[in-house]
Protein backbone atom coordinates (compact mmCIF):
# COMPACT_ATOMS: atom_id res chain seq x y z
CA UNK A 1 0.00 0.00 0.00
CA UNK A 2 0.90 3.83 -0.63
CA UNK A 3 -0.40 6.79 0.23
CA UNK A 4 -1.88 7.19 -3.41
CA UNK A 5 -3.87 4.28 -2.15
CA UNK A 6 -5.60 5.85 0.79
CA UNK A 7 -9.44 6.69 -0.19
CA UNK A 8 -11.19 9.79 0.63
CA UNK A 9 -12.92 8.09 3.74
CA UNK A 10 -9.46 7.27 5.16
CA UNK A 11 -7.91 10.26 4.03
CA UNK A 12 -10.78 12.25 6.23
CA UNK A 13 -9.97 10.26 9.30
CA UNK A 14 -5.94 10.70 9.12
CA UNK A 15 -6.39 14.75 8.46
CA UNK A 16 -8.89 14.61 11.63
CA UNK A 17 -6.11 12.89 13.68
CA UNK A 18 -3.15 15.31 12.19
CA UNK A 19 -4.95 18.68 13.08
CA UNK A 20 -5.30 17.11 16.62
CA UNK A 21 -1.50 16.39 16.54
CA UNK A 22 -0.78 20.02 15.03
CA UNK A 23 -2.86 21.42 17.43
CA UNK A 24 -0.88 19.77 20.64
CA UNK A 25 2.35 20.10 19.62
CA UNK A 26 1.34 24.37 18.69
CA UNK A 27 0.19 24.29 22.54
CA UNK A 28 3.62 22.86 23.61
CA UNK A 29 6.10 24.84 21.25
CA UNK A 30 3.69 27.89 22.66
CA UNK A 31 4.00 26.63 25.96
CA UNK A 32 7.51 26.19 26.25
CA UNK A 33 8.16 29.57 24.67
CA UNK A 34 5.81 30.99 27.09
CA UNK A 35 8.45 29.58 29.64
CA UNK A 36 11.44 30.86 27.63
CA UNK A 37 12.90 28.03 26.55
CA UNK A 38 15.84 28.92 25.30
CA UNK A 39 15.77 27.92 20.93
CA UNK A 40 19.05 25.89 20.97
CA UNK A 41 17.21 23.76 24.14
CA UNK A 42 17.40 20.31 23.28
CA UNK A 43 14.14 19.38 23.70
CA UNK A 44 12.68 22.67 22.68
CA UNK A 45 14.65 21.88 18.87
CA UNK A 46 12.75 18.16 19.15
CA UNK A 47 9.71 19.63 19.66
CA UNK A 48 9.88 22.27 17.32
CA UNK A 49 11.11 19.75 14.27
CA UNK A 50 8.09 17.23 15.55
CA UNK A 51 6.06 20.34 14.81
CA UNK A 52 6.95 21.04 11.77
CA UNK A 53 7.40 17.63 10.49
CA UNK A 54 3.74 17.18 11.25
CA UNK A 55 2.71 20.33 9.18
CA UNK A 56 4.32 18.28 5.84
CA UNK A 57 2.65 15.44 6.69
CA UNK A 58 -0.63 16.89 7.27
CA UNK A 59 0.03 19.44 3.96
CA UNK A 60 1.02 16.19 1.64
CA UNK A 61 -2.44 14.50 3.27
CA UNK A 62 -4.60 17.30 2.54
CA UNK A 63 -3.10 17.87 -1.26
CA UNK A 64 -3.90 14.41 -1.60
CA UNK A 65 -7.33 14.36 -0.56
CA UNK A 66 -8.17 17.46 -2.77
CA UNK A 67 -9.56 14.92 -5.27
Not at 18 to 30: A, E, F, S, V, W
Amino acid sequence: MTSGNLNEQQLKRLLVGLRDKCNYLDRLTGRMTQLHFPSDDPLFRKAEAARLAMYEVRAEVERLAAF
